[in-house]
Structures are given as C-alpha cells and as structure tokens.
C-alpha cells in the first residue's frame, strides 16, 4: 500500500452539480504540477435501464480525457439500481462494502486518489457508501459541489458542514448567474468562512455549460435524423417553439442563438424562418416529413432536421429536462470548465490542504 497516496473526494448536495468536471479541471491541474493521479468512483446512482453501462461510459469518459492507465482507474463497487437496492432491503446482498472498498481502493501507485462521491450527501447510506462512509473509509478529504440556486445554498453548506466536520476542506459553489456574482463574492464567501467552510471557488454560470448536443437531444426523443446525421455534435443552448405567424416567428427566432426550434412537420414557413436565424436543429413533431425545399435548405445550412412521433408539449418537456443534467460529454464543455476554474478555483489551497505544496 502506499502510504503517501492522499485520498479527496469529490462530493455534491444535489446530483448533476458538476462532480465529473470539477474532477477533471483538478486533475489536469494536478498532472500539469508533476502530480500522478488514481481516479475512482466507488458507486454509480444511475437509475435508468442501463446503469452498468452508463457508469462504465462515465469511468471511460474520464480515464480517456485524463490519459489515465488501467492501474490508475478504480472500477465502482455497484450501481445504485432499482435491482441491488432491492436485494440490499430483502437481506439477500450482505456484502460488507466498507471492507470491499477498504481493500479495492486502498493499494494505488500514485500521488493522489480523486473519488466522485454519489449523487448527494445520503446517497449510498444503505451500502455504507455514502459521501461520509467513503471519506471516513479511505481517509479521504471533502470538496463539495453545490449548485447555486439563490442564497439559501448557505442553509444546505451550514448542514453539510456539521455532517461532514473536518473532512470537509472546502466547497464550490457553481451556475452563480453573473449578476449575482458580486454577492456571492462581498456576502455569502465570507459568511461561510467565518463559519469554518473554506470557499474554494464561486463559478459564474455558463450557457455553454448548460447546454446538450443535438445528438443527445435526438436520443432522449428517440427522433429520426432527416438530414445533416454529421451534425449532431452541434450544441443547443436554447429551445423554442414555433407556433405563431410568420412574421412574428422571425422576429422571435432572431432573438435565440443556438437554439432547437420545435415545430409541426406541416409549418413549412415557421420552419424556413428558424432556418434563416441561429439555429442548432429542427424538430419535427406529429412524425410528418418536411417538404424538399426544407431538408435542401437545412443540407446547405448545415442544420440537422429531427423527426418525432410526439407532440409539441412532450417534446418540449423531454428536451427541456436534459438541460443543465446531461453528462459531461463534449471536449468544448471540458475546455469551458477548465476556464472557469483557471480563474475561478483555488488549486494552491487544495493542494496546500493535501500536505502536496
């Protein structure tokens, strides 16, 4: 075992809070130092179909960004799935998680072991894996993500602090819309610090952050891609209907950049009028094939046309929870994170923290 290894885990209040982009800006910083790095996620909290998949894509995603070996990725010990939460409840999975993770997590050959903790504080408390399980298992440090919805984020800190103690090194308050920045900077920061909770950086909202490629878009609607398949990496910021006269269309269209417009397959003007603006997509509803002119001029815009058998009011819900909950996917949203925390984050106190400077 090595006993220099130095364990923090990232943690968050609220599930989608940015743990993944947080590891990754840390890591790229700590590598750029000379430091080696192990990454971790000792349990998955994906509650659809495919959880096994989708964690194995998330642990891939990231060893991948961060170049990592083999030996310096920690498989997850479960997925927090419908299926295990239940044979944990009936008595028929008695594992001893703690002991697992103890003896699964504890060899590594590297500086540091970054772990991303569950979904939120409580999460993974039936397998003794919860935020402070982990931390108290490993020996592990806190840093906490929270997403800024308004200045009661101080309420969730203050009880996240006296659940977390020590451990808790510092927290990162992130999605701050930019003019409620300076209150967060002149109030809320040095509140919590005189409070004993290290502020570790205080992140504007970004558009770009938020947003979710028309490819993701297309399969959440399970949509059928008319035309321009080669641009589905294309980012949608926005979404709009179409639904009123032309000339209104036009002008409301021209106020969206980067936008989905969701229409009827039979609007043809509406759909010419998104066409001329800013647009990532179209999406077609009622299943109905646009007229020639549209997917000739969507192939020279080079904008994808989606087709789906959903009406408006469905595709607009579906579309519109993707937002801001989308995982971290696209080098363009790494690159963004890594700005953010370049100006924004206190790399020197974390490390400092670590006993690493």
Known sequence: MTLSAKYLLVGSIEACSGKSGTIIGLAHHLQQKGFSITYGKPIGTCLDDSPTQSQEADVQFITDVLSLEPTQVLSPLLSLETKAMEKRLNGSDTADYAQLLHQSYGEVGTDIVLLEGPGTLGEGSLFDLSVMDIARTVDASIVLIARYHSPLVVDSLLKAKQHLGDRLMGVLVNNIPIDELETTQTLIKPYLESKGIKVLGLLPSSSLLRSVSVREIAHQLGAEVLCRGDRLDLMVESLTIGAMNVNSAL?????????AVVTGGDRTDLQLA???????CLILTGHMNPQPLIISRAEDLEVPILSVDLDTLQTVEIVD????????QEQIKIDCIEQLMAEYFDFEGVIENLGLG
Do not use: D, H, I, W
């Open 251 to 259: 002008e409301y269209f021209r106020q969206g950049k980067y936008k």
């Open 274 to 280: 998104a066409l001329e603006t800013s647009t990532s």
């Open 321 to 328: 929870s993707t937002f801001g909950t989308v995982r971290l």
